[in-house]
């Protein structure tokens, strides 16, 4: 607790960057949610290991993955407090491998809902020069991201396989895609759409759905596409 505190009068008593600043748009990395009177969570220690994430795109849209759902919404900027909100939030639904990853999903997805807006504040860490960006306030929750993954994460799947084009038509080509691989199409409902394998020229075929967001879920990881 009392470490929670401290931080906060640190880092809003050093001041940070401007919330528009351009270095706010990229990909960051969670690293830890502290929560009053509880340990702090640390990423790196959930078994089996996870990646979340937060993109933040200059077109006021932000996306992402959490332990095993994705998400998408927009945000806004409160010019007055030099802060954004984020509103129209949307997450797949899928059930993850063990509880305290269904318990983490419910936590990191509190950030999003509009339940209590935190602050947020971009400052660059005068130990480790690296910028860091947080979310919260002496309120009771803070999450802190940098846009360092967690490599130390050894389990983290890491792949090369990448879809196109996006938004698809007809069809989703699956560069370095693995052989045999299995894929499955959920909705932003959770709702399983479409499932197989992938053909021997790397496509999906995506004729059959109607226009909207999709989460295509293939090796354990999940790529969001767009049907036009």
């Not at 919404?73 to 949307?90: L, P």
């Not at 803070?142 to 196109?164: D, G, Q």
């Amino acid at each position: 607790m009392k470490k929670f505190y401290f931080l906060f009068a640190l880092i809003f008593g050093l001041g940070g960057l401007n919330a528009q600043n351009p270095e706010l748009f990229d990909t960051w990395y969670l690293h830890e949610i502290q929560i009053e009177l509880t340990p702090t969570i640390y990423i790196d220690e959930y078994e089996p290991s996870i990646l979340p994430t937060l993109v933040i795109n200059d077109d006021l849209t932000f996306e992402g993955m959490a332990a095993c759902n994705s998400f998408n919404g927009s945000f806004t900027f409160n010019d007055s407090n030099d802060d954004i909100y984020f509103t129209n939030y949307a997450s797949t639904d899928l059930n993850c491998e063990t509880d305290d990853l269904n318990d983490f999903e419910i936590i990191y997805a509190y950030l999003f809902s509009e339940e209590e807006h935190l602050p947020m504040w971009l400052w660059e860490n005068p130990q480790t020069e690296e910028l860091e960006l947080w979310f919260g306030s002496s309120a009771g929750i803070a999450y802190r991201f940098t846009k360092t993954p967690l490599m130390a994460n050894e389990n983290v799947e890491i792949s090369s396989a990448s879809i196109y084009p996006n938004p698809a038509s007809d069809f989703l080509v699956i560069k370095n895609a693995e052989t045999n691989s299995t894929f499955q199409i959920f909705d932003f409902n959770g709702s399983l759409i479409s499932q197989g394998k992938i053909d021997s020229q790397n496509k999906i075929d995506v004729s059959s759905l109607e226009k909207g967001n999709y989460i295509l879920k293939m090796n354990h990881l999940d790529y969001r596409f767009i049907k036009k």
